[in-house]
């Protein structure tokens, strides 16, 4: 069964971090500036993710016990 614990932000913060090491990496200045701009959206939505956490996943099936 899948993990129903999400950390949303960490999630978000890892993209973050990627968009961060590919613009190190960037060929031009132009996909740098982007991906800098990218990790800041990723930055921005784990942001907002942590002032308004999700509900827990809930599971839509149970093992019956009989």
Avoid: C, F, G
Wanted: no cysteine.
């Amino acid at each position: 069964m899948p993990s129903l614990n999400r950390n949303i932000p960490h999630q978000l913060r890892a993209r973050a971090e990627e968009a961060r090491a590919k613009a190190a990496a960037a060929p031009d200045e132009t996909t740098r500036q982007r991906l800098l701009q990218d990790a800041e959206t990723w930055e921005r939505m784990a942001a907002y993710e942590e002032q308004h956490p999700q509900p827990p996943l809930v599971p839509s099936y149970y093992p019956r016990s009989e």
